[in-house]
């Protein structure tokens, strides 16, 4: 319970000096948390009138809701998605849906064959044990780390994100690919580390960041995809993308998932490190040339036809969470100011989707992955969780609550 004591005394002890909120800030919080309530209610009620538990991920090419698997990677966004409206808005109806979705991905525990059970079970089993103390939870929470752990390979220190013998990765001649992607997935290390005290999986996520930090990142401090290594030896093979413009590019969300993953591991370590890094990352990001005046950015920091490229809004939703935290490590650098401007761009119309229209997700225009030509200028459920994050995280230190 260490690890959760200290995740949510954060919030009280930093709102300290942040005064009281403005009603506007009130109200821009409280009419973002309504209209997202009015959104997830159309959503749940199209799911449970269909008597499955369904899993909505984005817009499919024909308009209609693209429903996803338990094996998926992004499963566990949906059901985090409902704990988060579950705390924002304290309505109790949020609950059995937020156990019920978040328990259809019970044997996700036992998954080996990917990287992302940590998003998977981090975002949905980890949240329900933080905010509603499910002892059951507990047990899946470790048990999940455990399978992640299986793809640690100590020779090259790093846990390897994705398998080689199928899909497009099989053509790219990989032994062990790593994506910047994969430091989201420590939180689960650390948590069920804190919760077991299995002390492995505190050192698989060190290892795993300070491998990443050693390889991953360009002297401009934006950071590769993916980094290719000799799992025996440790020796990097290669450094690409798979969903960026270009190797030698910088992928906006790659760029979210590095400034998130960072901030969190000084979040349990408090190596000052880390934080360093994450204050590099989130440098690189705010003095890019290429960024827009909303800090919305494009896809891609170097995609070849800005400004006419889609944006990426679910990189800019998981930044401003990022920020939120970063923000109370290091108060006065501004962080929470550009995170303010993100959340504010996010909830205009130019991108938060009228009640009752985006096949019912929050936000509209996010990227899956350009090269692969799939999910461009659609909703994306991670979009929506690292919004309703950020939101939880506004209002924590504006209103001096958890
Ligand atoms: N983790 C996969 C992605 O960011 O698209």
């Not at 030896?233 to 798979?242: E, I, L, N, S």
């Not at 906006?252 to 934080?275: F, I, M, S, V």
């Amino acid at each position: 319970m260490k690890g959760l004591s200290k995740l949510l005394g954060l919030s009280v002890l930093l709102a300290v000096g942040c005064g009281s909120p403005s009603a506007d800030k009130g109200n821009f919080i409280e009419e973002n948390v309504a209209n997202a309530a009015q959104q997830l209610t159309l959503q749940t009620d199209l799911i449970e009138q269909s008597g499955r538990i369904l899993n909505p991920r984005t817009t499919k090419a024909d308009g209609s809701i693209q429903y996803i698997p338990i094996d998926d990677w992004t499963s566990g966004f949906f059901p985090g998605t409902m704990w988060y409206i579950y705390r924002l808005t304290d309505d109790p109806k949020w609950l059995p849906l937020a156990k019920k979705y978040t328990e259809a991905l019970d044997s996700v525990q036992y998954l080996t064959w990917h990287h992302d059970v940590g998003f998977m079970i981090g975002c949905s089993y980890l949240n329900g044990y933080r905010f509603d103390s499910l002892p059951a939870y507990k047990d899946v929470i470790v048990q999940a780390a455990r399978s992640l752990a299986t793809r640690y390979r100590p020779g090259a220190r790093t846990i390897q994100s994705w398998n080689v013998d199928r899909g497009w990765q099989s053509e790219r001649g990989w032994k062990c690919p790593v994506i910047i992607d994969n430091m989201m997935n420590l939180e689960l290390l650390f948590e069920a580390s804190l919760l077991s005290g299995d002390t492995t999986l505190w050192n698989i996520a060190v290892n795993h960041a300070n491998t990443t930090m050693a390889n991953h990142f360009r002297p401009d401090n934006s950071c590769y995809h993916v980094v290719d290594y000799d799992p025996e030896t440790g020796a990097v093979r290669a450094r690409q993308t798979a969903q960026g413009y270009a190797d030698e590019s910088a992928w906006a969300r790659g760029q979210a998932w590095a400034l998130y993953g960072y901030t969190l591991c000084y979040r349990y370590t408090k190596d000052e490190r880390y934080l360093k890094q994450a204050e590099k990352v989130a440098n690189f990001i705010f003095n890019n040339k290429n960024l827009p005046a909303d800090l919305v950015p494009y896809w891609d920091y170097d995609a070849p036809n800005i400004p006419n490229e889609p944006r990426d809004v679910s990189a800019a939703a998981c930044t401003a969470s990022a920020l939120y935290e970063l923000s109370t490590y290091v108060p006065d650098k501004g962080y929470k100011e550009k995170a303010d401007k993100i959340m504010e761009s996010l909830s205009s119309p130019a991108y938060r989707a009228p009640v009752g229209t985006n096949n019912n997700f929050i936000l509209m225009h996010s990227v899956g992955s350009i090269p692969h030509g799939q999910e461009i200028d659609v909703p994306l459920n991670y979009a929506d969780y690292y919004y309703l994050e950020a939101l939880l995280r506004k209002r924590s230190l504006e209103q001096n609550t958890k």
